[in-house]
C-alpha cells in the first residue's frame, strides 16, 4: 500500500497522496470500491466455458476512453468500497455459483489491494484461475506485484497508434505502455494450460476494432502476429457501441469486418477468437441495475447498491459463505 503514498502505480505517474485521500487520474483513493460481480457468459469459450466468467467490476480507470461503456463506474464515480476480506467473500462466492474462473475488470488503479484480496481468497479456499481484465495502460513493476496470484492475463491492446490514443483514451503513451506491460505479461506466463476446455494459464489479448479507424487495427494485427503469435491467444472484438460522445458515431460495418477477417488471414493469425458482428446497444451495460446486463448474459451476485443479490432463477435465496 505504501505504493499509494505518492501513487506512481499506473503509466500516469500523478503522484498523488492517495492515502491522504487525495485522487489522481483514476478517481480512486486507498480503498477498493466495487460496483458490480456476477456471473458472465460473454466472454471467450474458454473463459466463459459452461459456468459462466465470475466477472468483478472495479470502479475508477487509469484510461479515459472517450467511448467508454461502463462510464458509470470509471469516471462517474458509482461503485461501494469494500474490505479486502469482504472482496475476497464475494470472490469466494462466485465460486461457489459455479464460476469457472474469477475475472477482476479494471483494477490497475489498485493492484496492491486486489492482491491481498486474492490470497485472502486463496487461504479460504478459492481454487479456480483468477483473470486479469485491464486496459494494458499499466507499469511492468505494478503487474509484477501479481505475478503469484494471476493465472491468465486479458490486456486490451485499442491501439499502436499514437495520436489515436491522445485523441481518443486520453494517453498518447499508451501504445508505448501497453505494448511494455502485454510483453511483461506473456514474459511472466510463459504457457498456457487448459483444465479441459476451460483455460487455467495463459495470455488473451483484446482488439476492439474503431469502426473508421482500421489502419490502428491492422497495425494490431501486424504486431500481433510479430511478437505475441505463440506466446499469446488473439480476440478481436467488434462490439464498439456509439455513446454520443466524440468517438466514432456508428457501429463496425459488415466491409470493415470482412476486411478485418481477410487481414487475420493474411497475417496467419489463427490462433484465437472473433467475435461476430455487432450493430446493437445489447452489450451496453447500466449498472444502476442489479443485473447490469441482459439475463441471457450474466447472472448477478452482488452490487455496489443491494450487496449479495438473490439469485431470481432459483426458489431459495443465495447465502453467500462466510470467509
Ligand atoms: S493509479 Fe491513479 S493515482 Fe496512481 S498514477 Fe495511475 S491514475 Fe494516478
Redesign the pocket.
Given at each position: 500500500m505504501e505504493n499509494?503514498r505518492s501513487?506512481?502505480?499506473?503509466?500516469?505517474?500523478?503522484?498523488?497522496g492517495?492515502l491522504e485521500g487525495r485522487?489522481?487520474?483514476?478517481?480512486?483513493g486507498a480503498e477498493i470500491r466495487i460496483a458490480s460481480a456476477s456471473i458472465h457468459r460473454g466472454e471467450e469459450p474458454p473463459l466463459s466455458g459452461g459456468g459462466g466468467s465470475g466477472t468483478v467490476f472495479v470502479s475508477?480507470c487509469?484510461l479515459g476512453c472517450v467511448f467508454c461503456q461502463n462510464y458509470q463506474i470509471s469516471r462517474s464515480g458509482m461503485g461501494r468500497s469494500v474490505s479486502q476480506d469482504e472482496l475476497a467473500g464475494i470472490f469466494l462466492a462466485l465460486g461457489e455459483m459455479g464460476a469457472e474462473n474469477i475475472n477482476i475488470v479494471t483494477g490497475?488503479?489498485a493492484v496492491p489491494a486486489l492482491g491481498e484480496a486474492i490470497r485472502a481468497a486463496r487461504r479460504a479456499g478459492l481454487q479456480i484461475p483468477v483473470l486479469w481484465n485491464s486496459s494494458a495502460y499499466e507499469n511492468p513493476d505494478a503487474l509484477f506485484l501479481l505475478r503469484d496470484v494471476v493465472d491468465v492475463w486479458l490486456p486490451d491492446l485499442k491501439t499502436l497508434d499514437t495520436d489515436l490514443a491522445a485523441r481518443f483514451f486520453r494517453a498518447p503513451d499508451y501504445p508505448e505502455a501497453a505494448e511494455k506491460a502485454i510483453l511483461a505479461m506473456m514474459d511472466m506466463q510463459g504457457g498456457r494450460e487448459y483444465r479441459g476446455e476451460i483455460l487455467q494459464r495463459g495470455v488473451i489479448i483484446r482488439h476492439l476494432v474503431l469502426p473508421g479507424y482500421l489502419e490502428s487495427t491492422r497495425k494490431v494485427l501486424r504486431w500481433f502476429a510479430d511478437q505475441a503469435q505463440g506466446r499469446a491467444l488473439l480476440s478481436v472484438m467488434t462490439q464498439y457501441t456509439p455513446s454520443g460522445g466524440s468517438g466514432p458515431e456508428r457501429f463496425v460495418n459488415t466491409r470493415e469486418y470482412e476486411t478485418v477477417l481477410n487481414w487475420l488471414a493474411e497475417f496467419g493469425i489463427d490462433d484465437g477468437f472473433y467475435q461476430e458482428l455487432v450493430q446493437d446497444s445489447a452489450w451496453l451495460p447500466d449498472f444502476n441495475r442489479a443485473n447490469p446486463f441482459s439475463s441471457e448474459l450474466s447472472v448477478p451476485v452482488w452490487h455496489w447498491r443491494y450487496g449479495f443479490v438473490h439469485d431470481c432463477h432459483k426458489e431459495d435465496a443465495y447465502v453467500p459463505a462466510a470467509l
Open positions: 499509494l501513487c506512481t502505480l499506473c503509466p500516469r505517474l500523478c503522484g498523488a492517495r485522487r489522481g487520474f483514476c478517481g480512486e475508477g487509469t490497475s488503479h
